[in-house]
């Protein structure tokens, strides 16, 4: 066995590039070293369960990484999917009339907002019949809900682009001195 054990040495130092080429065609983002681990145990397994009769243990190097490489990488889309799913879940069910709940613990998202008065109320409202519905959504959130763009991207499911749009042309309808003369925020 520990002669076994010194020969898979070998073979990892000369085949550990082999793991690395991988990742990167796969395009995967391993800051932790995740996918080096598994395609290192992936290695082990082809190396232990090689049979020559089969073919050449490179190709059989090649096929056993790239594919669990795959599998820890959908593994890790349907998490992060299911995540996804969960906090919109948390979100919908987190307005509560003029107070917007944020989940504890989520790094998205960590404070309450308070109550908007009742003449603030009247001008938001005033404010929102003007705006586009995904204009109002920015708004809504970056503004009055203190959302970062990337939050309120992940929770509508569009690009940070589209929201930095709706944002620009917000408040370009809110620059519109008839709009705030019916306020009664300009003179």
Same mark, same amino acid.
């Given at each position: ?24 065609? $796969?395009?995967? @983002? ?15 397994? #082809? ?21 669990? $490489?795959? &599998?820890? #990488? ?15 879940? +948390?979100?919908?069910?987190?307005? &509560? ?8 613990? @989520? ?9 908007? &008065? ?24 970056? +503004? ?7 939050? +309120?991207? +992940?929770?509508? #499911? ?19 001195? &008839? ?9």
């Amino acid at each position: 066995m520990e002669n076994n054990m010194e020969s898979f040495e070998e073979i990892m130092k000369q085949n550990e590039r082999r793991v690395h080429y991988h990742i990167h065609r $796969l395009n995967l @983002s391993d800051p932790h070293q995740e996918y080096f681990q598994e395609g290192l145990c992936a290695m082990w397994n #082809a190396y232990e369960n090689y049979n020559p009769d089969k073919g050449t243990m490179a190709t059989y190097f090649n096929y056993t990484i790239r594919n669990r $490489l795959v &599998d820890l #990488a959908r593994k890790q889309g349907r998490e992060n999917s299911n995540q996804l799913k969960a906090f919109k879940e +948390i979100k919908k069910h987190a307005v &509560d009339g003029n107070k917007v709940i944020r989940a504890e613990g @989520s790094s998205n998202i960590v404070s309450v907002t308070e109550n908007i &008065d009742c003449n603030e109320q009247k001008i938001w409202d005033t404010i929102k019949q003007e705006l586009t519905d995904n204009q109002w959504k920015w708004v809504y959130y970056y +503004i009055i809900g203190k959302m970062k763009i990337k939050e +309120i991207a +992940i929770q509508e #499911a569009t690009t940070e682009e589209a929201v930095k749009s709706w944002g620009k042309q917000a408040r370009k309808k809110l620059r519109n001195k &008839d709009l705030l003369k019916r306020l009664g925020l300009f003179g």
